[in-house]
């Protein structure tokens, strides 16, 4: 049932994506191959097809949280997810314009969520994964900037606050298969010439790692480590 609803309510949102991109202003000084948003968010089909992919990702996201207090701010996020992997994938950039209002919406909601729960604890915990993933990258964008951009780095403190606020398994699986997926996954597509090795789109694999540790994070931990997992 949740599963349903989670898929319906975010299908629907999905259908915006197009109109969320088309509203990202072009950055002062665009790289001469940096493809327009404005093109990316005119690709024909793209409406249905984002709805589609969020209407899926809404489907595994409620039938693995329930109906929770959760998708107060899990829903919403599903589209904005959508629309940042693509225009990294696009462009191999995450606009601030998208990733600076998500913020914005997003701690309140988190706020809301964990009141409504009758467990405030939450808010420490997703303080916590906030500062976890978002201090790693911040760490490994300070150590090697070349490596990684810093719309990276922002995306990864509204990641940990949505995982460190599900719980430990779903940070821990959530933070790491993101740069497992990366790593293999930019190799896969490097060798077979779909991305240049030292451009790959790392958005992608972030968002894709994400969604991992909220569906299969417990699952995972329970199967690594047992009884020591509860």
Not at 169 to 193: N, P, T, V, Y
């Amino acid at each position: 049932m949740s599963a349903v609803l989670v898929a319906v309510l975010c299908a629907a949102l999905g259908v915006l994506v197009p109109r969320l991109i088309a509203a990202v202003p072009e950055p002062d000084e665009p790289a001469e191959d940096k493809q327009p948003y404005a093109d990316i968010a005119a690709r024909p089909g793209l409406a249905w097809q984002s709805a589609l992919v969020c209407g899926v990702i809404g489907a595994l996201i409620g039938g693995a949280v329930g109906l929770d207090w959760a998708l107060l701010f899990l829903v919403p996020l599903v589209p904005v997810g959508v629309a940042l992997a693509l225009i990294d994938w696009r462009t191999r950039l995450l606009p601030t314009r998208i990733i600076a209002p998500t913020y914005l919406v997003l701690v309140p909601l988190v706020v809301i969520a964990a009141l409504a729960s009758g467990e405030p604890r939450l808010l420490l915990l997703a303080a916590i994964g906030w500062a976890v993933m978002g201090g790693l990258y911040l760490l490994l964008w300070l150590i090697h900037p070349a490596g990684m951009g810093y719309g990276d780095v922002r995306l990864s403190g509204i990641l940990g606050i949505v995982l460190g606020y599900l719980g430990w398994q779903q940070l821990a699986l959530g933070s790491w298969s993101g740069f497992l997926l990366g790593g293999i996954g930019g190799a896969l597509l490097a060798a077979f010439k779909v991305v240049d090795r030292r451009h790959n789109p790392f958005g992608p694999w972030m968002l894709i790692g994400a969604l991992a540790g909220i569906v299969v994070g417990p699952a995972f931990a329970v199967w690594m480590w047992g009884d020591l997992a509860a």
